[in-house]
């Protein structure tokens, strides 16, 4: 159903550019932040505390937010008529629960929680960022209603505007003398805005009816997802708590959390670009998966040329950017910079909407799986650079697994969404990057 609200000024963008363009924002506001912070008059502990309380936030959403999200396309694009807008009204009324019991169990339970989490006795400001992440959980699905609603004006401007107004919220009260807890302020007011008008959005275009009858296919729909994204979850941490169990060294641990880390870029723009299609698969899917193939051609022409340049950088850079003791940092960097070969495969994209949850679970055990084996084997055997070859590694047996499944149980060549000469074209000059650098 199209919205007959007003024009946005970034409606000349197409639904897929708008949802990449958010999730660059949602990237590039985390990491302003966290610069104009560290040349702040705050001390290293004030900083120490901010990024705790971050730590706190994910953990609190990593669980459930992105999975139950994720199932909100496929099952939009099944439904009819108002039927759509009773859905998305429950899909709020959902997470304003689950936001309201974290922030009872965060708030009543912190003596214990913070501690456990963090290391950290206390953390000043907890109860102001409690508050602003109730209200931040509660407004997660208002980026979806945009996009399913095809309104990419309104969901670019969302983006601006929220997370512009995150960094002026976190770093003006700070510069200005206030401190952090005078940030956290800032931002529960600022969350405060946002659930403000999402409530205003519900009045204006939801049928506002309490639903449960539509609730629970979203989900059984979605519960695989949100055990997936756990799975996932554990792939990225066991590979610290493993540097911390085999090598019980603080300064080669910091060494490894410097060099792990994958191209930004690949992972917000990539994931931007499935879910923008996700709906369009699912209710158009030969015109859907075309579109899906000549997008992800046109993000190959991005993401690859970028890839080979920081891969080439990535050396005389890391010392200066860091410091030296960080220059062993850079060929871990390297490594994981390959992930971008897989990240930009979008299978994942077409089983969801071929409504096929369960599979992306499976594959993602077999992932963890494997991910456990390769990781006790490569670093006993090539230390730190084995650990990271053994993520390569993971990551493409997900997408190898999907790609087998689409191919012999759903019938859907990959050719039909994947433009397989350029990928490999790009594919050999990284590798070929990576083993002359």
């Not at 003596?111 to 407004?139: D, H, I, K, S």
């Not at 690949?266 to 499935?274: E, P, Q």
């Not at 994981?336 to 495969?345: G, M, P």
């Not at 990781?375 to 070859?389: P, R």
Request: glycine share 8%; with cysteine.
């Amino acid at each position: 159903m199209q919205s007959t609200t007003r024009r946005s000024p970034f409606d000349f963008l197409s639904l897929t550019r708008a949802m990449q363009l958010y999730q660059l924002l949602r990237l590039g506001s985390v990491i302003l932040t966290s610069i104009l912070l560290a040349k702040s008059s705050l001390s290293l502990s004030a900083i120490g505390s901010y990024e705790a309380l971050l730590f706190i936030g994910s953990t609190a959403a990593f669980f459930w937010a992105n999975g139950l999200l994720q199932g909100i396309p496929p099952v939009y694009a099944r439904l009819e008529g108002d039927t759509r807008e009773a859905f998305l009204f429950n899909v709020f009324v959902l997470f304003g629960a689950i936001a309201l019991a974290l922030f009872g169990l965060l708030w009543l339970g912190q003596g214990w929680l913070v501690p456990a989490l963090t290391g950290l006795p206390e953390v000043p400001g907890f109860g102001w960022f409690c508050l602003y992440l109730f209200f931040n959980l509660a407004t997660l699905p208002v980026e979806y209603v945009y996009l399913l609603r095809e309104q990419p004006g309104a969901l670019a401007g969302w983006g601006l505007l929220s997370f512009g107004l995150f960094v002026l919220a976190m770093a003006a009260p700070v510069y200005a003398g206030f401190g952090l807890e005078g940030g956290l302020i800032a931002l529960a007011v600022l969350g405060a805005l946002r659930f403000w008008w999402t409530l205003r959005l519900l009045r204006q275009h939801n049928v506002m009816q309490w639903r449960p009858d539509l609730l629970r296919p979203y989900l059984r729909f979605s519960t695989p997802l949100v055990f997936n994204l756990m799975v996932g979850n554990l792939v990225i941490l066991f590979d610290s708590w493993l540097v911390g169990w085999h090598y019980q060294d603080e300064a080669l641990f910091a060494v490894f959390r410097y060099g792990s880390r994958e191209f930004p870029l690949a992972t917000a723009l990539a994931t931007a670009l499935g879910t923008a299609l996700l709906a369009r698969i699912t209710s158009q899917p030969e015109s859907g998966l075309a579109e899906l193939k000549t997008k992800t051609r046109r993000l190959f022409h991005v993401l690859f040329p970028l890839t080979i340049l920081v891969m080439w950088a990535a050396k005389p850079l890391f010392p200066l950017v860091f410091s030296p003791a960080f220059a062993d940092s850079a060929g871990l960097f390297q490594i994981y910079l390959l992930l971008t070969l897989s990240r930009v495969l979008l299978p994942n994209t077409i089983v969801l909407a071929k409504g096929r949850p369960r599979i992306i679970l499976l594959v993602g055990l077999v992932e963890l799986i494997f991910k456990i084996v390769l990781g006790f084997l490569f670093i006993h055997w090539w230390g730190l650079a084995g650990l990271a070859w053994s993520a390569v590694i993971a990551f493409f047996i997900e997408k190898i697994g999907l790609i087998v499944y689409l191919e012999r149980r759903l019938k859907i060549p990959t050719s039909d969404w994947l433009d397989w000469r350029w990928y490999l074209g790009y594919a050999l000059a990284l590798v070929l990057v990576f083993f002359c650098t």
